[in-house]
Antibody
Framework: EVQLVESGGGLIQPGGSLRLSCTAS????????MTWVRQAPGKGLEWVSG???????YYADFVTGRFTISRDNSRNTLYLQMNSLRVEDTAVYYC???????????WGQGTQVTVSS | QSALTQPASVSGSPGQSITISCTGT?????????VSWYQHHPGKAPKLIIY???DRPSGVSNRFSGSKSGSTASLTISGLEAEDEADYYC????????????FGTGTKVTVL
């Protein structure tokens, strides 16, 4: 059974850093396009970043230069290193597997990130 | 690239049918048939219910159906049930290299 479990969220001050983790089971992370999607309070879903099976990484403009997506093959885990956090980064962050580059077929339950002084 | 436009809320009585629209642009829905829909119960993982405009993943009820015309996609829920009360989001692949996926604004479905 495919499962994704996020962790690492929390309360952090503006300018701070957090690293989110997404541990996968039932498949191998490096064989798929993996993404991070977030949902700010009262808002809809928003694509944040993705890493292809080949290793190429992509970021939404609003996180470019601040966030880094990566994978640990030995731990079958996806990461999102978030630096220079802003109040507007407050959201629930979900990791999701992408199939065929066109649909998000499995999601985690999300981890809450709150950026506040 | 802006979010796809959905109605904020749709409601219906048990057994009724409802339709949720999702309007995009020539950079997403207007050019790609990579439209998917997700059901999201707050606090839980979003669930894929429709992909490629109208296909259903294995295990998803056939009460859910999708369609598309031009830059507008639609999700229809037939025979509405209490468990269908949730938030629904559409999504599309886009022509943008910095934002390859765009989601809808979300629709809260209420079963009366």
């Amino acid at each position: 059974e495919v499962q994704l479990v996020e962790s690492g969220g929390g309360l952090i001050q503006p300018g701070g850093s957090l690293r989110l983790s997404c541990t996968a089971s039932g498949f191998t992370v490096i064989s798929h396009y993996m993404t991070w999607v977030r949902q700010a309070p009262g808002k809809g879903l928003e694509w944040v970043s993705g890493v292809y099976s080949g290793g190429n990484t992509y970021y939404a403009d609003f996180v470019t230069g601040r966030f880094t997506i990566s994978r640990d093959n030995s731990r079958n885990t996806l990461y999102l290193q978030m630096n220079s956090l802003r109040v507007e980064d407050t959201a629930v962050y979900y990791c999701a597997r992408v199939l065929g580059l066109k649909l998000f077929d499995h999601w985690g339950q999300g981890t809450q990130v709150t950026v506040s002084s | 690239q802006s979010a796809l436009t959905q109605p904020a809320s749709v409601s219906g009585s048990p057994g009724q049918s409802i339709t949720i629209s999702c309007t995009g642009t020539s950079g997403d829905l207007g050019v790609y048939n990579y439209v998917s829909w997700y059901q999201h119960h707050p606090g839980k993982a979003p669930k894929l219910i429709i992909y490629d405009v109208s296909d259903r993943p294995s295990g998803v009820s056939n009460r859910f159906s999708g369609s598309k015309s031009g830059s507008t996609a639609s999700l229809t829920i037939s025979g509405l049930e209490a468990e269908d009360e949730a938030d629904y989001y559409c999504s599309s692949y886009t022509s943008s290299t910095t934002l390859p996926y765009v989601f809808g604004t979300g629709t809260k479905v209420t079963v009366l």
